[in-house]
């Protein structure tokens, strides 16, 4: 695989090629997020703790293009879990991506799951 050709493009579970080890499951902020780099992309990585769940986007916020979605605020939008971008609230799904407010992109997202105490992101090949 080149650099050139990773970009953020959601990865569903099954598609998963290899995990990438992002850190230690405790170096994460309870409900709240947190950035890994690998190969250019920053991924954000959130600990839902008040849902027991993590999640893992692109850390570009679609909008205005700033690295910043890891220090989002996270919710939830009736049962779908969310992060608000700090800079203009739109507001993304941390499940699907989708911009809840409807006009923009979504975001791309990533399988995340945790053994022996770290956690992993996803990628395919
Ligand atoms: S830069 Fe994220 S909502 Fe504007």
């Keep these: 695989m080149t650099e050139e050709r990773l970009r953020y493009e959601t990865v569903k579970a099954e598609e998963?090629?290899?995990?990438?080890?992002?850190?230690e499951v405790n170096k994460f902020?309870?409900?709240?997020?947190?950035c890994m780099e690998y190969k250019g992309l920053q991924i954000a990585i959130f600990n839902f703790s008040r849902r027991g769940e993590w999640f893992a986007t692109q850390n570009l916020c679609p909008h205005k293009k700033q690295m910043i979605l890891s220090r989002g605020m996270i919710g939830s939008h009736g049962n779908?879990?969310?992060?608000?971008?700090?800079?203009?609230?739109k507001t993304f799904s941390l499940r699907t991506g989708k911009n809840l407010n409807g006009s923009e992109c979504d975001l791309a997202t990533y399988p995340v799951k945790i053994e022996n105490g770290v956690i992993y992101v996803g990628f395919k090949a």
């Design 16 to 23: 998963v090629a290899f995990w990438i080890e992002a850190s």
């Design 29 to 34: 902020p309870e409900n709240g997020g947190a």
């Design 80 to 89: 779908e879990p969310k992060v608000a971008c700090p800079f203009h609230k």
